[in-house]
Nanobody, 128 residues
Framework: QVQLAESGGGSVQAGGSLTLSCVAS????????MGWFREAPGKQREGVAT???????SYADSVQGRFTISLDDAKKTLTLQMNDLKPDDTAMYYC??????????????????????WGQGTQVTVSS
């Protein structure tokens, strides 16, 4: 079992920045991936960015160049630095994790975090 605790999020104007953090506890041994996924009303769930504890990352095209994901393996903490935020980034952001040496970060992102453990989510609102 893996437990995930998210923090960060909030409201910001377009062009602003926010940082999301997610701390994992429980069984996170070996190779594992963590990532951020978002859900907005009327839109499909989107894998925003993922990383494994070997430094491999994957980003959605919509956030490439604006968002940066980092995973501190020692602290089991995943961070998403979001810059140049746009109203289309408004969504509930969820942290998810999977302990697997087979599922790559890209696969985890494209599978929308399934299978995996999920946090409760944190809201990000970007106003124009």
């Amino acid at each position: 079992q893996v437990q995930l605790a998210e923090s960060g999020g909030g409201s910001v104007q377009a062009g602003g920045s926010l940082t999301l953090s997610c701390v994992a506890s429980g069984y996170t041994h070996g190779i594992y991936s963590m990532g951020w996924f978002r859900e907005a009303p009327g839109k499909q769930r989107e894998g925003v960015a993922t990383s494994n504890n070997h430094g491999v990352t994957s980003y959605a095209d919509s956030v490439q160049g604006r968002f940066t994901i980092s995973l501190d393996d020692a602290k089991k903490t995943l961070t998403l630095q979001m810059n140049d935020l746009k109203p289309d980034d408004t969504a509930m952001y969820y942290c998810a994790a999977v302990v697997s040496g087979i599922i790559t970060p890209e696969e985890f992102r494209l599978r929308n975090g399934r299978p995996g453990y999920w946090g409760q989510g944190t809201q990000v609102t970007v106003s124009s």
